[in-house]
C-alpha cells in the first residue's frame, strides 16, 4: 500500500470513529444494560493512564535509542488505545451521558478540559495511525514528522481522559 493510501485510509478510519460516538450520543438507549457497563468508565481511565505511562516510557527508550522496546511499547500503547475505543463506545451505546453539575465550581475547569480532550482525541486519531504505519515500516523520517505532533498530543488526549474521569466519576449512577 503507498502512504498516500495509508493516509487516506487513516482518515476515514478516524471519520468513521468520529460518526459512530456522534451516533451513539443520538440514537435510543436499550432497555437492558448489562452489568459489567458500569465498570467501563474506570476500565478506560486505567487504560488511559496506563497509555500515559506507556508513551513516556516509549519516548524514554528512543531517546536512548532502543528501538525494540521503543517499538514494543508503542504496540502495547496501540493495543490498549484499541481496548479503549471498543469499551468507550460500547459504554456509550449503554448508558446515557452523565453531566456535570451546573452549580459545580469547577464545571468551566471541567468543560474546558473536556472539550480540549473530545477535539484533540478526534483529531490526533488519523495521526497516530499514519505514525504507527512509518514506525511499522520503518520509514524513520515520516515517524518522526508526524510523531513530532501526534505525541504530545496523544499523551494530553491519556492525561486528561483521567482527570475527567476522576472530575466525573462522582456523578455516575449507580
Excluded at 23 to 49: C, M, Q, S, W
Excluded at 88 to 110: A, C, M, Q, V
Excluded at 135 to 164: C, D, E
Aim: charged share 10%.
Amino acid at each position: 500500500m503507498t502512504d498516500k493510501k495509508i493516509f487516506t485510509l487513516s482518515v476515514v478510519i478516524s471519520i468513521i470513529v468520529f460518526a459512530v460516538v456522534i451516533i451513539l450520543n443520538i440514537i435510543p438507549k436499550p432497555d437492558y444494560v448489562p452489568e459489567f457497563v458500569r465498570h467501563l468508565p474506570l476500565l478506560n481511565a486505567t487504560i488511559n493512564g496506563t497509555c500515559s505511562v506507556l508513551l513516556l516510557a516509549s519516548f524514554y527508550f528512543i531517546k536512548r535509542k532502543n528501538v525494540p522496546v521503543h517499538k514494543n511499547i508503542n504496540i502495547t500503547a496501540f493495543f490498549l488505545s484499541s481496548v479503549f475505543l471498543i469499551s468507550y463506545i460500547l459504554y456509550h451505546y449503554f448508558s446515557e451521558e452523565t453531566k456535570f453539575p451546573t452549580d459545580n465550581l469547577l464545571r468551566p475547569w471541567y468543560l474546558l478540559i473536556l472539550i480540549s480532550h473530545i477535539l484533540l482525541a478526534s483529531l490526533v486519531l488519523p495521526f497516530i495511525l499514519i505514525s504507527f504505519y512509518f514506525g511499522l515500516n520503518m520509514k524513520i523520517a515520516q515517524h518522526k514528522k508526524i510523531v513530532r505532533w501526534s505525541f504530545p498530543v496523544w499523551l494530553y488526549v491519556t492525561i486528561t481522559g483521567v482527570i475527567v474521569y476522576l472530575m466525573i466519576s462522582p456523578y455516575y449512577s449507580r
